[in-house]
Protein backbone atom coordinates (compact mmCIF):
# COMPACT_ATOMS: atom_id res chain seq x y z
CA UNK A 1 0.00 0.00 0.00
CA UNK A 2 2.59 2.71 0.84
CA UNK A 3 3.37 3.44 -2.51
CA UNK A 4 0.09 4.58 -3.89
CA UNK A 5 -0.33 7.11 -0.89
CA UNK A 6 0.89 10.72 -2.15
CA UNK A 7 4.00 12.24 -0.88
CA UNK A 8 1.80 15.10 1.35
CA UNK A 9 0.39 12.84 3.63
CA UNK A 10 3.58 12.35 5.45
CA UNK A 11 3.19 16.08 6.33
CA UNK A 12 0.66 15.49 8.53
CA UNK A 13 1.16 13.90 11.82
CA UNK A 14 -1.85 12.86 13.78
CA UNK A 15 0.64 11.09 16.46
CA UNK A 16 -0.40 13.24 19.53
CA UNK A 17 -3.95 13.20 19.16
CA UNK A 18 -4.12 9.54 18.83
CA UNK A 19 -2.13 9.10 21.56
CA UNK A 20 -4.19 10.72 23.58
CA UNK A 21 -7.10 8.53 22.14
CA UNK A 22 -5.61 5.63 22.54
CA UNK A 23 -4.86 5.89 26.14
CA UNK A 24 -8.21 7.18 27.11
CA UNK A 25 -9.87 4.37 25.27
CA UNK A 26 -9.83 1.97 27.87
CA UNK A 27 -10.86 4.27 30.54
CA UNK A 28 -13.95 4.08 31.95
CA UNK A 29 -16.24 7.49 32.74
CA UNK A 30 -12.71 9.38 32.57
CA UNK A 31 -12.63 13.12 33.58
CA UNK A 32 -12.30 14.18 29.46
CA UNK A 33 -10.71 17.71 29.32
CA UNK A 34 -9.99 16.78 25.85
CA UNK A 35 -12.39 17.75 23.47
CA UNK A 36 -12.72 21.25 22.38
CA UNK A 37 -16.43 20.63 21.93
CA UNK A 38 -19.22 22.48 24.08
CA UNK A 39 -21.28 20.20 26.40
CA UNK A 40 -24.46 21.67 25.51
CA UNK A 41 -26.40 21.07 22.83
CA UNK A 42 -27.96 22.97 19.98
CA UNK A 43 -30.44 25.06 20.98
CA UNK A 44 -34.13 23.80 20.88
CA UNK A 45 -35.14 26.86 18.81
CA UNK A 46 -32.75 25.97 16.15
CA UNK A 47 -33.08 22.62 15.96
CA UNK A 48 -36.72 23.13 15.12
CA UNK A 49 -35.64 25.27 12.34
CA UNK A 50 -33.21 23.10 11.10
CA UNK A 51 -36.30 20.52 11.13
CA UNK A 52 -38.48 23.51 9.19
CA UNK A 53 -36.43 23.95 6.75
CA UNK A 54 -35.44 20.19 5.98
CA UNK A 55 -39.98 19.41 6.33
CA UNK A 56 -40.22 22.22 3.76
CA UNK A 57 -37.83 20.18 1.26
CA UNK A 58 -34.88 23.00 1.62
CA UNK A 59 -32.29 19.82 1.11
CA UNK A 60 -30.46 20.50 -2.16
CA UNK A 61 -27.51 22.60 -3.15
CA UNK A 62 -27.60 26.07 -2.28
CA UNK A 63 -25.89 28.44 -4.08
CA UNK A 64 -21.93 27.66 -3.82
CA UNK A 65 -21.69 30.99 -2.03
CA UNK A 66 -24.14 30.36 0.31
CA UNK A 67 -28.11 30.99 0.71
CA UNK A 68 -28.45 34.81 -0.06
CA UNK A 69 -30.65 35.86 2.77
CA UNK A 70 -28.03 34.46 5.30
CA UNK A 71 -25.16 35.90 3.67
CA UNK A 72 -26.91 39.56 3.52
CA UNK A 73 -27.58 38.75 7.29
CA UNK A 74 -23.79 38.44 7.70
CA UNK A 75 -22.75 41.12 5.32
CA UNK A 76 -25.11 43.26 7.52
CA UNK A 77 -23.56 42.31 10.55
CA UNK A 78 -19.77 42.60 9.67
CA UNK A 79 -20.37 45.74 8.58
CA UNK A 80 -22.17 47.35 11.71
CA UNK A 81 -19.08 45.25 13.46
CA UNK A 82 -16.34 46.65 11.37
CA UNK A 83 -17.45 49.47 9.58
CA UNK A 84 -16.92 47.52 6.19
CA UNK A 85 -19.02 48.75 3.48
CA UNK A 86 -19.54 45.73 0.86
CA UNK A 87 -18.11 43.07 2.31
CA UNK A 88 -17.66 39.94 0.70
CA UNK A 89 -19.24 36.69 2.21
CA UNK A 90 -18.79 33.29 2.03
CA UNK A 91 -20.40 30.65 3.71
CA UNK A 92 -18.83 27.68 4.47
CA UNK A 93 -18.86 23.85 5.77
CA UNK A 94 -17.55 24.98 9.19
CA UNK A 95 -14.11 27.60 9.87
CA UNK A 96 -12.30 24.41 9.32
CA UNK A 97 -13.86 24.33 5.17
CA UNK A 98 -12.94 28.52 5.31
CA UNK A 99 -9.29 27.70 6.11
CA UNK A 100 -8.47 24.96 3.79
CA UNK A 101 -10.24 26.91 0.91
CA UNK A 102 -8.31 30.09 2.08
CA UNK A 103 -4.83 28.38 2.36
CA UNK A 104 -6.18 26.99 -1.15
CA UNK A 105 -6.38 30.18 -2.50
CA UNK A 106 -3.43 32.07 -0.85
CA UNK A 107 -0.38 29.53 -0.19
CA UNK A 108 1.80 29.15 -2.66
CA UNK A 109 5.20 26.72 -2.23
CA UNK A 110 7.61 28.38 -0.17
CA UNK A 111 5.66 31.37 0.99
CA UNK A 112 5.87 31.96 4.28
CA UNK A 113 2.73 31.97 7.01
CA UNK A 114 3.58 33.70 10.39
CA UNK A 115 2.01 31.83 13.12
CA UNK A 116 1.93 32.45 16.62
CA UNK A 117 2.82 29.37 18.96
CA UNK A 118 1.03 28.26 20.23
CA UNK A 119 -1.20 27.44 17.42
CA UNK A 120 -4.53 25.97 15.96
CA UNK A 121 -2.96 22.67 14.78
CA UNK A 122 -4.67 22.80 11.45
CA UNK A 123 -2.58 26.32 10.47
CA UNK A 124 0.14 24.16 10.74
CA UNK A 125 -0.65 21.00 8.38
CA UNK A 126 -2.30 22.80 5.98
CA UNK A 127 0.40 25.39 5.18
CA UNK A 128 2.67 22.17 5.09
CA UNK A 129 0.52 20.41 2.52
CA UNK A 130 0.46 23.06 0.72
CA UNK A 131 3.96 23.17 0.38
CA UNK A 132 4.14 27.26 2.39
CA UNK A 133 6.72 27.41 5.40
CA UNK A 134 5.50 28.17 8.85
CA UNK A 135 7.20 30.65 10.72
CA UNK A 136 5.94 30.18 14.38
CA UNK A 137 6.82 33.15 16.52
CA UNK A 138 6.98 32.21 20.24
CA UNK A 139 4.23 33.45 22.81
CA UNK A 140 5.34 31.50 26.63
CA UNK A 141 5.09 32.32 29.21
CA UNK A 142 2.51 34.64 28.82
CA UNK A 143 0.81 33.82 25.39
CA UNK A 144 0.17 37.69 24.54
CA UNK A 145 0.31 38.80 21.08
CA UNK A 146 4.07 39.04 20.35
CA UNK A 147 3.82 41.77 18.49
CA UNK A 148 7.50 42.90 18.20
CA UNK A 149 8.43 38.80 17.12
CA UNK A 150 5.85 39.12 14.55
CA UNK A 151 7.32 42.62 13.32
CA UNK A 152 11.24 41.04 13.90
CA UNK A 153 9.36 37.40 11.53
CA UNK A 154 8.29 39.36 8.33
CA UNK A 155 10.58 38.92 5.14
CA UNK A 156 9.77 39.52 1.59
CA UNK A 157 8.41 36.37 1.19
CA UNK A 158 5.56 36.53 4.01
CA UNK A 159 2.03 35.81 2.66
CA UNK A 160 -0.07 36.35 5.58
CA UNK A 161 -0.21 36.46 9.23
CA UNK A 162 -2.49 34.15 11.54
CA UNK A 163 -4.12 35.61 14.58
CA UNK A 164 -6.85 33.51 16.70
CA UNK A 165 -8.55 35.37 19.53
CA UNK A 166 -9.71 34.22 21.78
CA UNK A 167 -6.99 31.23 21.32
CA UNK A 168 -6.99 27.80 21.31
CA UNK A 169 -5.28 26.13 23.08
CA UNK A 170 -4.24 29.11 25.09
CA UNK A 171 -8.01 30.81 25.67
CA UNK A 172 -5.87 34.36 25.15
CA UNK A 173 -7.64 37.07 23.86
CA UNK A 174 -5.75 39.82 22.60
CA UNK A 175 -6.19 43.49 23.10
CA UNK A 176 -7.18 46.06 21.74
CA UNK A 177 -3.41 47.64 21.49
CA UNK A 178 -2.02 44.44 20.35
CA UNK A 179 -4.47 43.93 17.55
CA UNK A 180 -4.44 47.70 16.51
CA UNK A 181 -0.02 47.24 16.53
CA UNK A 182 -0.15 43.93 14.61
CA UNK A 183 -2.86 45.88 12.19
CA UNK A 184 0.00 48.99 11.69
CA UNK A 185 2.83 46.05 11.08
CA UNK A 186 0.77 44.56 8.52
CA UNK A 187 0.00 47.64 6.50
CA UNK A 188 3.59 48.66 6.66
CA UNK A 189 4.05 45.49 4.48
CA UNK A 190 0.72 45.30 2.95
CA UNK A 191 0.69 41.67 4.45
CA UNK A 192 -2.93 39.89 4.60
CA UNK A 193 -4.19 39.27 8.15
CA UNK A 194 -6.11 35.98 8.46
CA UNK A 195 -8.35 36.55 12.12
CA UNK A 196 -9.94 32.87 13.05
CA UNK A 197 -12.62 34.39 15.03
CA UNK A 198 -14.74 30.93 16.22
CA UNK A 199 -14.80 31.34 19.47
CA UNK A 200 -15.36 35.40 19.81
CA UNK A 201 -18.93 34.92 21.62
CA UNK A 202 -16.64 32.68 24.48
CA UNK A 203 -15.00 35.82 25.70
CA UNK A 204 -15.08 36.57 29.95
CA UNK A 205 -13.75 39.95 30.70
CA UNK A 206 -14.80 42.52 28.39
CA UNK A 207 -15.33 42.19 24.47
CA UNK A 208 -12.77 39.91 21.90
CA UNK A 209 -11.44 42.82 19.86
CA UNK A 210 -10.99 42.16 15.81
CA UNK A 211 -8.38 43.61 14.08
CA UNK A 212 -10.84 43.55 11.04
CA UNK A 213 -11.77 46.71 13.01
CA UNK A 214 -8.63 47.95 12.33
CA UNK A 215 -7.11 46.83 8.57
CA UNK A 216 -9.16 45.90 5.70
CA UNK A 217 -7.05 43.35 4.92
CA UNK A 218 -8.27 40.95 7.07
CA UNK A 219 -9.80 37.57 6.39
CA UNK A 220 -11.90 37.00 8.89
CA UNK A 221 -13.59 33.70 9.70
CA UNK A 222 -16.46 33.34 11.69
CA UNK A 223 -18.14 30.09 12.94
CA UNK A 224 -21.45 28.45 14.58
CA UNK A 225 -19.53 25.17 15.95
CA UNK A 226 -18.72 26.50 18.90
CA UNK A 227 -21.28 29.16 19.88
CA UNK A 228 -24.18 27.38 19.01
CA UNK A 229 -22.73 23.50 19.82
CA UNK A 230 -23.24 23.04 16.00
CA UNK A 231 -20.24 21.06 15.66
CA UNK A 232 -21.45 18.78 13.12
CA UNK A 233 -23.52 20.73 11.58
CA UNK A 234 -20.55 22.03 9.89
CA UNK A 235 -21.09 25.69 9.10
CA UNK A 236 -19.23 28.47 9.06
CA UNK A 237 -18.38 32.01 7.16
CA UNK A 238 -15.74 34.22 5.93
CA UNK A 239 -15.85 37.62 5.62
CA UNK A 240 -13.70 40.08 4.16
CA UNK A 241 -13.43 44.04 3.21
CA UNK A 242 -14.55 44.51 -0.03
CA UNK A 243 -10.70 45.45 -1.75
CA UNK A 244 -10.73 41.64 -1.18
CA UNK A 245 -13.66 40.64 -3.25
CA UNK A 246 -11.03 38.41 -5.13
CA UNK A 247 -9.95 36.59 -2.40
CA UNK A 248 -13.46 35.51 -1.48
CA UNK A 249 -14.29 34.56 -5.59
CA UNK A 250 -11.06 32.61 -5.89
CA UNK A 251 -12.25 30.33 -2.96
CA UNK A 252 -15.82 29.99 -3.75
CA UNK A 253 -14.35 28.84 -7.12
CA UNK A 254 -12.58 26.14 -5.05
CA UNK A 255 -15.55 25.65 -2.80
CA UNK A 256 -17.33 24.66 -6.23
CA UNK A 257 -14.88 21.44 -6.80
CA UNK A 258 -14.62 20.44 -2.76
CA UNK A 259 -17.41 21.00 -0.50
CA UNK A 260 -19.92 22.71 -3.63
CA UNK A 261 -21.91 24.07 -0.54
CA UNK A 262 -22.34 24.35 3.42
CA UNK A 263 -25.65 22.22 4.73
CA UNK A 264 -28.44 23.84 3.20
CA UNK A 265 -30.91 23.57 5.72
CA UNK A 266 -28.59 24.02 8.55
CA UNK A 267 -28.20 27.49 6.68
CA UNK A 268 -31.66 27.99 6.86
CA UNK A 269 -31.03 27.17 10.41
CA UNK A 270 -28.04 29.23 11.10
CA UNK A 271 -30.21 32.95 10.06
CA UNK A 272 -31.95 31.92 13.14
CA UNK A 273 -28.54 30.91 14.98
CA UNK A 274 -27.81 34.79 14.16
CA UNK A 275 -30.47 36.16 16.39
CA UNK A 276 -29.75 33.80 19.25
CA UNK A 277 -28.85 34.76 22.35
CA UNK A 278 -25.95 32.91 23.71
CA UNK A 279 -25.15 34.72 26.63
CA UNK A 280 -26.46 32.17 29.48
CA UNK A 281 -24.27 29.83 27.37
CA UNK A 282 -21.35 31.97 28.26
CA UNK A 283 -22.10 32.94 31.53
CA UNK A 284 -21.94 28.94 32.24
CA UNK A 285 -18.59 29.03 30.83
CA UNK A 286 -17.14 31.97 32.38
CA UNK A 287 -17.73 29.86 36.23
CA UNK A 288 -16.44 26.78 34.76
CA UNK A 289 -13.28 28.42 33.61
CA UNK A 290 -13.18 30.42 37.31
CA UNK A 291 -13.95 27.05 38.80
CA UNK A 292 -11.19 25.50 36.57
CA UNK A 293 -8.95 28.72 36.82
CA UNK A 294 -9.19 28.87 40.83
CA UNK A 295 -8.50 25.01 41.26
CA UNK A 296 -5.43 24.77 39.75
CA UNK A 297 -3.58 28.39 39.97
CA UNK A 298 -1.76 27.02 43.59
CA UNK A 299 -0.37 24.32 42.16
CA UNK A 300 0.66 25.11 38.64
CA UNK A 301 1.63 27.64 36.87
CA UNK A 302 -1.00 28.59 33.77
CA UNK A 303 -2.26 32.36 32.84
CA UNK A 304 -5.83 33.17 33.35
CA UNK A 305 -7.10 32.28 30.22
CA UNK A 306 -9.96 35.53 29.18
CA UNK A 307 -12.27 33.42 26.27
CA UNK A 308 -12.72 30.05 24.81
CA UNK A 309 -12.61 27.30 26.83
CA UNK A 310 -9.36 26.35 26.99
CA UNK A 311 -6.14 26.82 29.58
CA UNK A 312 -2.56 25.72 28.61
CA UNK A 313 -0.59 24.96 31.99
CA UNK A 314 2.63 24.14 32.35
CA UNK A 315 3.46 20.81 32.88
CA UNK A 316 5.17 20.24 36.39
CA UNK A 317 8.57 19.17 36.40
CA UNK A 318 11.39 19.08 34.02
CA UNK A 319 10.89 16.13 31.74
CA UNK A 320 8.44 17.28 29.22
CA UNK A 321 4.42 17.76 29.63
CA UNK A 322 3.80 14.18 27.40
CA UNK A 323 4.98 12.32 30.63
CA UNK A 324 2.59 14.25 32.49
CA UNK A 325 0.03 13.90 30.47
CA UNK A 326 0.50 9.97 30.56
CA UNK A 327 0.48 10.18 34.34
CA UNK A 328 -2.76 12.19 34.38
CA UNK A 329 -4.17 9.65 31.88
CA UNK A 330 -3.61 6.73 33.43
CA UNK A 331 -5.61 8.81 36.97
CA UNK A 332 -8.32 8.62 34.74
CA UNK A 333 -8.35 12.66 33.31
CA UNK A 334 -7.28 13.11 29.41
CA UNK A 335 -5.95 16.12 28.72
CA UNK A 336 -3.69 16.92 25.31
CA UNK A 337 -0.13 17.19 25.38
CA UNK A 338 1.29 20.73 24.03
CA UNK A 339 3.38 19.79 21.28
CA UNK A 340 0.55 19.14 19.49
CA UNK A 341 -0.03 23.04 19.46
CA UNK A 342 2.96 24.25 19.62
CA UNK A 343 7.19 23.53 18.73
CA UNK A 344 7.62 22.95 22.58
CA UNK A 345 6.60 20.19 24.66
CA UNK A 346 6.15 21.82 28.30
CA UNK A 347 2.31 22.45 28.67
CA UNK A 348 -0.61 20.47 28.13
CA UNK A 349 -4.31 21.66 27.45
CA UNK A 350 -7.72 21.23 29.22
CA UNK A 351 -10.67 22.32 27.75
CA UNK A 352 -13.29 22.60 30.48
CA UNK A 353 -16.48 22.40 28.23
CA UNK A 354 -17.70 19.89 30.59
CA UNK A 355 -19.58 19.45 33.61
CA UNK A 356 -19.01 21.77 36.49
CA UNK A 357 -18.97 18.64 38.43
CA UNK A 358 -16.03 16.54 35.97
CA UNK A 359 -14.32 19.96 36.78
CA UNK A 360 -13.68 19.51 40.19
CA UNK A 361 -13.12 16.03 40.00
CA UNK A 362 -10.43 16.70 37.56
CA UNK A 363 -8.88 19.47 39.38
CA UNK A 364 -8.83 17.30 42.35
CA UNK A 365 -7.23 14.73 40.24
CA UNK A 366 -4.51 16.83 38.51
CA UNK A 367 -3.70 18.63 42.13
CA UNK A 368 -2.72 15.40 43.62
CA UNK A 369 -0.43 14.19 40.80
CA UNK A 370 2.24 17.13 42.09
N1 LIG B 1 -10.45 27.29 14.47
C1 LIG B 1 -10.20 26.97 15.74
C2 LIG B 1 -9.27 27.83 16.52
C3 LIG B 1 -10.78 25.82 16.32
O1 LIG B 1 -10.52 25.52 17.59
C4 LIG B 1 -11.66 25.03 15.55
C5 LIG B 1 -12.32 23.80 16.10
N2 LIG B 1 -11.65 23.09 17.05
C6 LIG B 1 -11.89 25.41 14.22
C7 LIG B 1 -11.28 26.55 13.73
C8 LIG B 1 -12.77 24.61 13.31
O2 LIG B 1 -14.10 24.57 13.70
P1 LIG B 1 -15.28 24.15 12.74
O3 LIG B 1 -14.70 23.58 11.51
O4 LIG B 1 -16.09 23.17 13.50
O5 LIG B 1 -16.07 25.41 12.44
Given at each position: ???????????????????????????????????????FDVPEALKEEAIKAIRAGQNSY????????????????????????????????????????????????????????????????????????????????????????????????TKMIILNSPCNPTGMVYSEDQV???????????????TDEIYEKFCYDGECPSIAKHYE??????????????????????????????????????????????????????????????????????????????????????????????????????????????????????????????????????????????????????????
Open positions: MKDIIADRTKLIDASGIRKVFALGASLEDPVDFSIGQPDSQTAGDETLKERIAERVSNEFGWENPAVLVVSGVSGGLLLAFMSLVNPGDEVIIPDPYFVMYKHLVNMLNGKCVFVDSYPDFELPVEKIAGAITSRKAVAEIAAEKDILVMKSLVLQGFSKSHAMTGWRLGYVAAHESLKDVIEEMTKIQQYTFVCAPTPFQKAALAALDYDVSDLVDAYRKKRDLLYDGLKDKFELVMPGGAFYAFIKAPGTSGATEFVEKAIKNNVLIIPGNVFSEKDTHFRISYATTDDKIRQGVEILCSLI
